[in-house]
């Protein structure tokens, strides 16, 4: 309409709103509209003058400020959008991936210009490239976003504020009245010189920021249970950073694509609009006649409604599908990512985003509109999924045969797995050494690999690879205390446990160990128990020759085949394809007996899950999730499986295979 000031989110009341302020208000239809046009016209005007506390919020910004859990929304609130989407503890480092004009850095700046509001004497630091790209892009976006009525000099003893818009803020810094103040700063500096000896409470980090500065900003940001948001366009490729956040994450928020079809049909552009079919008609044509629409160009989710148990998303129309992208990742500690869509953002042009990518590859218009990097070389077992392939530890079948795989290594702890197969053909990871439990002079261990800062595509090597400094006696017994091994004589269960005994007088530590019988009463009895051939095979020298390390755990008691049976039969990568056949299904089928995986894992198996869904081989022997895949492999290549036996009789060798 002439004379009225546009706005994507504040609409203008239509005849039937006008008719019934006019019943409410008592008063005529012109008088009606001329009030509520009035309103409309003064609420656009506090959007422009206070962007921070009168501006459009998206609701992907307040999900991601609930992860947060800022001072600023409701904490119980924030706590069951957390709840919801599995997160026990705030989201202390966010990285926020997102497609063309999905306003990430605005969501950053008004994240940090709201900290500063909301908390007296807050640090709020911001990070891009050079000095004068903070100052062309942040510098002038914190300015646009600053108050209007704040926009001038002040130099008093409390506050400053200086800004030109050829050098931004005077020194790359100013001060609000309540004491808090916000710095500038870039990469292009040196890290100790831009991060060290400073505590704020707010980072935002936009492009390209490297792995090393993100750790040493997370440690800065301790001293004050602050938090940090990284922004990161896809264009820019699968980054060392966004490796760091992404490798070994889980899905717990996903939404339909509406731009990418499954089904050979045509991309639904109205659905990825969030628009029914006559607005997204106007929108379009409003991008021809080049006019503004007159409707809401885009919407993006509902999280209230959501979060009462409602959709998400438009949701997907019958007989229709299409591929399913991320909104939420659960990244390891207390990281996360979100991904912010075009459509997230009304004033960004998400329709015309749409236009120019509409003959585009899928591949492009993932990152384009949907702000998914992909990584260049994919994880080796693509069709591991944590919602299927991960069930809980209580939840294994008791019955089946159990085996223990041991991957042994020289200055580190060994890793263990054990295995259980059951009578209908499945294969249950049941447990793993170390793993996140207590361990009798140990204590909680560590993770076993942690993701890469980007220089390595396996992982990086954990605090938990560390040595326990046990001889042979030691493994066996913590083999003993897991597996529950009864002392000889009693009554199966009721008796009392070998690994929580003392040694009889006269007796040492060690021969007592050795003297406990592998094949006695247990909790958990093991049939067979392999150990890498490479490692355990090697000789080396001892007091009465050359032996192997599988001779001399024979020699304390506890009985390993090694991995091999001669031949060649087998190779390394065709273990890695019997692990992915176990894991296989076909997911645009429902689920069946005809239908199902073979391989599940035990989610108490922290240690294997992230190896599986970060291990890519190409980091070779030594990789740092090399471990966990090489146990899980040798026990397919044994070809193992469900047995009857009886432990009291004795059991035989079964073998095959070749590692």
């Known amino acids: 309409m002439p004379g009225l000031s546009y706005s994507p989110v504040v609409t203008v009341p239509s005849p039937e709103e006008v008719a019934g302020a006019a019943v409410h208000l008592r008063c005529s239809i012109e008088q009606a509209a001329e009030r509520l046009l009035g309103d409309r016209e003064r609420k656009i005007a506090r959007m422009r003058d206070d962007p921070i506390r009168c501006g459009f919020v998206p609701d992907v910004w307040r999900l991601c400020w609930a992860l947060m859990g800022v001072s600023w929304v409701d904490p119980e609130w924030a706590a069951a959008v957390r709840a919801k989407l599995g997160f026990e503890r705030l989201v202390r480092t966010l990285l926020v991936l997102g497609g063309n004009r999905a306003a990430k850095t605005q969501f950053e700046v008004v994240s940090g210009m709201r900290e500063m509001l909301h908390r007296g004497g807050a640090r709020f630091w911001m990070f891009h490239m050079t000095h004068q790209e903070s100052v062309d892009y942040h510098q002038s976006l914190v300015w646009q976003h600053i108050p209007q009525g704040w926009r001038r000099k002040v130099k008093t003893d409390h506050a400053y504020l200086s800004w030109s818009e050829q050098m931004g803020f005077s020194n790359d810094k100013f001060i609000l009245d309540n004491g808090s103040n916000g710095s500038f700063r870039n990469y292009s500096q040196n890290m100790r010189d831009a991060v060290e000896g400073g505590e704020p409470n707010a980072v935002c980090a936009d492009e390209l920021i490297p792995g090393e500065w993100v750790e040493t900003l997370e440690f800065r940001l301790a001293t004050r249970n602050g938090w940090m948001v990284i922004g990161f366009t896809p264009v820019d490729g699968y980054s060392p950073t966004v490796q ?196 009798p002079g140990v204590g909680v261990p560590e993770a076993w690999a942690e993701t890469s800062l980007g220089r390595e595509m396996d992982g990086r090597k954990g605090r938990g690879q560390a040595s326990p400094g046990w001889g042979l006696c030691g493994y066996k017994r913590e083999v003993a205390r897991l597996e529950g091994w009864r002392a000889p004589g009693v009554d199966g269960r009721k008796g009392e446990l070998l690994a929580g005994m003392a040694a009889p007088d006269g007796m040492g530590e060690e021969a007592w160990v050795a003297s406990w019988d592998q094949r006695g009463p247990a909790d958990e009895e093991v049939f067979e128990r392999y150990m890498d051939a490479r490692f355990g095979n090697t000789r080396g020298f001892d007091e009465g020759g050359m032996v192997t390390l599988i001779e001399k755990f024979d020699e304390v008691g506890l009985t390993f085949l090694d991995s091999s049976t001669g031949g060649g039969k087998w190779t390394v990568e065709d273990g890695s394809v019997m692990v992915e056949d176990a894991l296989a299904w076909d997911s645009s089928r429902e689920m069946s007996f005809f239908n199902e995986p073979r391989l599940y894992v035990s989610d108490e198996c922290r240690n294997l899950i992230f190896a599986l869904k970060v291990w890519t081989g190409q980091d070779g022997q030594k990789g740092a999730t090399k471990d966990p895949i090489d146990c899980l492999r040798m026990g397919f290549l044994k070809g193992i499986g469900f047995v009857k036996w009886n432990r009291a009789e004795g059991g035989g060798v079964v073998g095959g295979g070749c590692y």
């Open 244 to 439: 760091m956040f992404c490798d070994g994450a889980t899905r717990v928020l996903e939404q339909p694509a509406f731009l990418l079809p499954l089904d050979g049909g045509e991309p639904d552009e109205a659905r990825a609009l969030g628009l029914s079919e006559e607005d997204y008609s106007e929108v379009q044509a409003a991008l021809d006649e080049n006019r503004q629409p007159r409707v809401v160009p885009c919407r993006s989710v509902d999280l209230d409604a959501w979060l009462a148990g409602g959709s998400w998303a438009p949701p997907v129309p019958a007989g229709r599908r299409f591929e399913s992208m991320p909104r939420v990742l659960k990244a390891s500690g207390d990281r996360a990512v979100v991904f912010f869509w075009s459509c997230d953002n009304p004033y960004g042009g998400a329709a015309n985003v749409i236009r120019k990518i509409r003959n585009a590859r899928p591949s492009d218009k993932r990152i384009r509109f949907y702000g998914f990097a992909e990584k260049t070389v994919g994880a080796r077992f693509h069709t591991f999924d944590e919602r299927v392939h991960v069930v809980k530890a209580a939840s294994i079948p008791r019955e089946g045969t159990n085996y223990q795989i041991v991957d042994p290594c020289s200055g580190r702890a060994f890793f263990m797995l054990w295995l259980r197969c059951t009578p209908d053909g499945k294969t249950f990871v049941t447990r793993e050494w170390p793993g996140s439990y207590y361990i």
